[in-house]
């Protein structure tokens, strides 16, 4: 299928590994030329070399704090008028809420919900003007399920998904849709870190985690960042266009609810 997107633009955060890396392959791949950004500037770098080898296209890197004020005008300066923007930043950390003080909120707060937020304010209006826009949040499966020691992630993210919500219905009738995608286990750094976590808590090895939370889900695996972006680029699609304000559950069916 022509995804009908090749010669867009499009900011892709959080994109040099796993599942943000994944979304910006799969729009290269479709004609899409990418701007990615993320902290590690030899990562970026790494990942940009693949996605240009694979697509042959031009990709440009932004190496920077996106949940940062100066984070954010760098990679809107390399990118200033997308037509498809992907936000994604790391999740934070898990513990017990007990131990999270005002500043903890804080950070969760703007780097999983305000910092998108913000990326769409500055750029949600040229969509507008252009007939054309397509902007995908990298949330979690928390919204749907909380994760117990999740909390900052499931109070932040779903802040953002209640924002989205009212505005996705706003911006609709002009060809610009906001959706949300939800991964549950992808194979990702982020899946070794809660799988580290959960083994400290319980005195289980991490491997012992990582079997038993594969053989939970009903896929009988995790996902993959490849999966993943090919969703998202759907989503950014020209046949995506009655899509919008949803939320998108990735999990191998680990959700039990009909609904």
């Not at 934070?92 to 707060?109: E, M, N, Y």
């Amino acid at each position: 299928m022509d995804l009908g997107i090749s010669g867009k633009r499009a900011l892709v955060c959080g994109a040099s590994k796993g599942l943000g890396f994944g979304c910006a392959q799969a729009l290269a791949a479709e004609g899409v030329a990418v701007t990615i950004v993320a902290r590690n500037f030899d990562a970026l770098e790494q990942a940009a070399e693949e996605i240009r080898r694979s697509s042959g296209l031009t990709v440009t890197t932004v190496a920077g704090d996106i949940t940062t004020v100066e984070g954010r005008r760098r990679a809107l300066t390399a990118c200033a008028q997308p037509d498809i923007l992907i936000t994604n930043a790391g999740g934070p950390p898990a513990g017990d809420f007990r131990d999270w003080g005002r500043d903890d909120w804080i950070a969760a707060l703007d780097a999983n919900m305000l910092t998108p937020i913000e990326l769409i304010k500055a750029t949600v209006d040229g969509m507008l003007q252009r007939g054309f826009g397509r902007i995908v949040n990298i949330t979690s499966s928390s919204v749907k399920a909380p994760i117990d020691i999740l909390g900052l992630s499931n109070g932040a993210r779903s802040g953002l998904t209640g924002f989205v919500a009212g505005l996705a219905r706003k911006t609709v009738a002009r060809n610009v849709t906001i959706n949300n995608l939800l991964p549950g286990p992808f194979d990702t750094e982020r899946l070794a870190a809660i799988a580290s976590a959960a083994a400290a808590a319980s005195g289980t090895s991490v491997d012992a985690v990582r079997e038993a939370r594969r053989l939970q889900n009903p896929a009988q695996r995790f996902g993959t960042p490849a999966e993943f972006g090919a969703m998202c680029a759907f989503l950014c699609s020209s046949h995506a266009g009655y899509l919008t304000g949803q939320n998108i559950l990735l999990d191998g069916g680990a959700y039990p609810g009909t609904f």
